[in-house]
Structures are given as structure tokens and as C-alpha cells.
């Protein structure tokens, strides 16, 4: 027995299902599951909706030198294409735990940093040492 | 053969792989053969809301800063490279309290890299496996 989820407000009237047929009527506990879950889903797409997609350009034009975190980014190679800004700030943490924070209706997430890395000479040592002294 | 993108500018820069955490949170990492472990930024724990609790242990890392202590998360699924990886220990520091300040996110180590033999394209800037 499943609640149907697929067209509301119908979804609510007919409630419950079995082998694609409903069973009986729904009780009105059951209609209040259906239309909750329903307000749910529509809350995370109200949040998502809040975040306009950005192209990379217009990103790193509106928040230059911030690390941001996107939400639904689209990649060509390492590239990011575009996605939409759930946060931005120049301290990393900062910009991770409010992106963390508003992940509410978007599948897959970046953090990117849209200023340009110092021309730097690096070396690269990170060995995990056999047992903690 | 499958190739695989990765990104080096010029000879100031790192060689740089996409990485995907838990099938959601694609990252830049840094593609290291000097270092014996994969290693994550804390603050990736942030946006994929895993709690700071669920580090399974501490270990010490050396890195050419000196020794580091580091927490032990195991990460649900790791893509990376043509490579799914699940339930895989990875060493989590937080990059900006230990100077690296560079546009990545995690270091991919020698533990994910030996599981393949891994060929390097520079010209056209792909991996390859052989």
C-alpha cells in the first residue's frame, strides 16, 4: 500500500493505492500525510527557485575573489559552465557551512573559488606517518 | 580508451582532477603522487552536512609544513577519475588553517592513483589508463 505522490492536489483526494487501483476511501489523516509532503516538496522548490542559474562569467563578475558554493552546477571538463550561487564569501568556511545550509531542492553541489591562484612555486609532501605518536 | 580532463595551466600550476563526494558535490582536487593518502577539506564536511563527529579516528600526517594531526572519515562514494570508490577512508584537515590557500578542495593521493596505471597527456591536458 503506497500513498500517491504524483499529481496533487488529486494525489490527496484518492490517497491510497494498491496495484495502481485505489483501495478505499482515505481518511483525513491520510489526506493531510499527502498534502504535507506535497508542501514539503513545494517549500524545496520555492527555496531552490529563490537561486538564479549564473553563467561562470557572471558569477566570477558579481562575487570576484569569493570561494562559492553552487547548486546544480554544470561542468564542461574541469570547467564550470554555470550554476546557482547558494553562497558566496571570501572565507572558505564561511561560504561552505551557509552553502551547506541552504542545499533544500538542488541534487549536486560545487565550491570554487573565482579568483585566480598566486603564481606560486609549491611542493607537494603529505605522507600519513605508520601510527600516531 | 577512456580519457579523463584534467587542468594545469602553466608551470605555476597543480594538475587538477574533478572529484564527486557522496554522488553530489563535485570538488577540485589536486592530483598528488607525493602524497600517500587522499585528504579532504573540512569544509567539503560542510556542504555535504556530514557531522565533525563521525571521524573514526586521528592520525599524523606529515605535509612540508610538518606534523599534522588529521581526522579519519570514511566517505560513502568517491568518483573520481573513471574510478568509484565506496566506503573509503580519507584523511580530512582544514586546508586554510594549514596554509593551503589554492583553489582545490581535496588531494588525491596515492591510494586512489595505485589502483590504476595511470598515463599522463599533457598536450592534451586528459588522463588515460592502461
Redesign the interface.
Same mark, same amino acid.
Given at each position: 500500500m503506497i500513498l500517491i505522490g504524483k499529481n496533487p492536489p488529486e494525489s490527496g483526494l484518492y490517497g491510497l493505492v494498491k496495484h495502481g487501483r485505489p483501495t478505499k476511501k482515505p481518511t483525513f489523516a491520510m489526506q493531510q500525510v499527502v498534502a504535507y509532503q506535497w508542501k514539503i516538496k513545494i517549500a524545496d522548490n520555492m527555496e531552490a527557485m529563490q537561486f538564479e542559474m549564473l553563467s561562470w562569467e557572471e558569477i566570477k563578475s558579481h562575487y570576484p575573489d569569493e570561494w562559492v558554493?553552487l547548486g546544480d552546477?554544470i561542468?564542461e571538463?574541469?570547467?564550470v559552465l554555470q550554476g546557482a550561487v547558494l553562497s558566496h564569501h571570501p572565507?572558505?568556511?564561511v561560504?561552505?557551512?551557509e552553502?551547506?545550509e541552504r542545499?533544500k531542492g538542488f541534487?549536486? #553541489?560545487? &565550491?570554487? #573559488?573565482t579568483?585566480q591562484?598566486?603564481?606560486?612555486?609549491?611542493?607537494? &609532501? &603529505?605522507?600519513? &606517518?605508520p601510527?600516531?605518536? | 580508451m577512456n580519457t579523463y580532463?584534467?587542468?594545469w595551466l602553466?608551470d605555476?600550476?597543480?594538475v587538477?582532477?574533478?572529484a564527486k563526494i557522496n554522488e553530489? %558535490? %563535485?570538488?577540485?582536487f589536486?592530483l598528488? %603522487?607525493?602524497?600517500?593518502?587522499t585528504?579532504l577539506?573540512k569544509?567539503?564536511l560542510?556542504?555535504?552536512?556530514i557531522s565533525l563527529k563521525e571521524a573514526v579516528k586521528?592520525?599524523? *600526517?606529515?605535509?612540508?609544513n610538518g606534523?599534522i594531526?588529521?581526522d579519519i572519515f570514511i566517505i560513502n562514494s568517491i568518483q573520481v577519475i573513471g574510478l568509484k570508490l565506496q566506503n573509503h577512508p580519507v584523511?580530512v584537515i582544514?586546508? *586554510?588553517a594549514h596554509g593551503i590557500?589554492?583553489?582545490y578542495?581535496g588531494?588525491l593521493?596515492m591510494d586512489i592513483l595505485q589502483q590504476k596505471n595511470l598515463c599522463f597527456h599533457f598536450e592534451e591536458?586528459t588522463l588515460s589508463f592502461s
Open positions: 558554493v552546477p561542468f571538463g574541469t570547467l572565507d572558505k568556511r561560504a561552505s557551512i552553502g551547506g542545499r541534487k549536486s #553541489f560545487t &565550491l570554487i #573559488f579568483g591562484d598566486q603564481p606560486i612555486r609549491r611542493i607537494g &609532501l &603529505l605522507r600519513t &606517518l601510527k600516531a605518536r | 580532463p584534467f587542468e602553466d605555476d600550476s597543480l587538477i582532477v574533478l553530489e %558535490t %563535485t570538488l577540485r589536486l598528488d %603522487t607525493g602524497s600517500t593518502h585528504c577539506d569544509n567539503a560542510y556542504i555535504e552536512q586521528q592520525v599524523e *600526517i606529515e605535509t612540508a606534523w594531526l588529521a584523511q582544514d586546508f *586554510i590557500m589554492s583553489n578542495s588531494v593521493g591536458r
